[in-house]
């Protein structure tokens, strides 16, 4: 896995309104129409050897999107494998 690390985001800027770069891998494989539900968010396919799809999902969202995304995809079956945050987002106003 080719993730960056926990220890390049920012604690000191989370908050539950400012945006966070995340990254979510769920097993299986979200259909096309999705693109237009989470349109914030890049979405990845990989199959592995044996057949089996992994999602990935990588943008940058706030707590209450980030929990109502993992909802839906709970609600739809799809099992979380990670839920990581790979870059915060500095805001110069701040």
Do not use: H
């Not at 999902?57 to 706030?62: E, I, K």
Request: hydrophobic share 35%; with cysteine; proline share 3%.
């Amino acid at each position: 896995m080719n993730d960056k690390r926990v220890q390049d985001c920012d604690r000191s800027l989370f908050t539950l309104d400012r945006p966070i770069t995340y990254q979510i891998k769920i097993a299986g494989q979200l259909s096309e129409n999705w693109s237009d539900w989470i349109n914030e968010m890049d979405i990845q396919i990989e199959v592995d050897a044996s057949g089996l799809p992994t999602t990935t999902l990588t943008g940058t969202v706030d707590q209450a999107a980030l929990i109502g995304l993992l909802r839906q995809l709970y609600y739809r079956g799809f099992p979380l494998m990670a839920v990581n945050c790979i870059q915060s987002r500095r805001n110069d106003d701040d």
